[in-house]
């Protein structure tokens, strides 16, 4: 059975990445899927390097490959016969988050949405608050993989 990832990814998390190592066991295939969200203002990596960090970050994982979709999700299950999304979730606030987002998803297309407990060890971790931490020089390692991290500190460093 074939899994979707979505999210912006902008940049991948160590709590990410467990949620792909899990969903990687218990499904055949797993498409990490760099999608873009319009609430979100244009992001600190551009697609192609969101999608780049990722490809590093899940190189480990035989059945676990990075796409990218700039329209509505359920289009991209369709056509390509996704039939479930993961995601992980790390509290009540991601609860109400994601609820109606999935409701929608099935509704529209069929697709079910399965939700991972996030580990405990990454509870606290969002791709927004590392960004914040790193752009006024606090230490984000071990939050992002290594490369991530490095490239997380490039991005800032330039632009000081
Ligand atoms: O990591 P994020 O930003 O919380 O992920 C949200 C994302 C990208 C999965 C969501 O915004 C999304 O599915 N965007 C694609 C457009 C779409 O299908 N919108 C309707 C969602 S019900």
């Given at each position: 059975m074939k899994a979707v990832c979505p999210g912006s990814f902008d940049p991948v998390t160590m709590g990410h990445l467990d949620i792909f190592e899990r969903a990687a066991a218990q499904f055949d295939e797993v498409i990490v899927l760099v999608t873009a969200n319009p609430n979100k203002k244009s992001g600190l990596f551009s697609v192609a390097e969101r999608m780049s960090l990722l490809e590093e970050a899940v190189a480990h994982l035989g059945n676990v490959r990075v796409d990218n979709w700039g329209g509505l999700l359920v289009e991209y299950t369709t056509a390509h016969k996704v039939t479930a999304l993961v995601k992980g979730l790390r509290s009540s606030l991601d609860y109400e988050y994601e609820l109606p987002m999935a409701q929608m998803n099935r509704?529209?297309?069929?697709?079910?949405?399965?939700?991972?407990?996030?580990?405990?060890?990454?509870?606290?971790?969002?791709?927004?608050?590392?960004?914040?931490?790193a752009r006024y020089g606090g230490d984000i390692s071990g939050l992002l993989p290594p490369h991530v991290v490095?490239?997380?500190?490039?991005?800032?460093?330039?632009a000081q």
């Open positions: 509704r529209l297309s069929g697709v079910d949405t399965f939700f991972l407990l996030t580990d405990e060890k990454y509870g606290y971790i969002s791709s927004t608050l590392c960004k914040e931490v490095e490239a997380v500190e490039a991005k800032y460093s330039q």
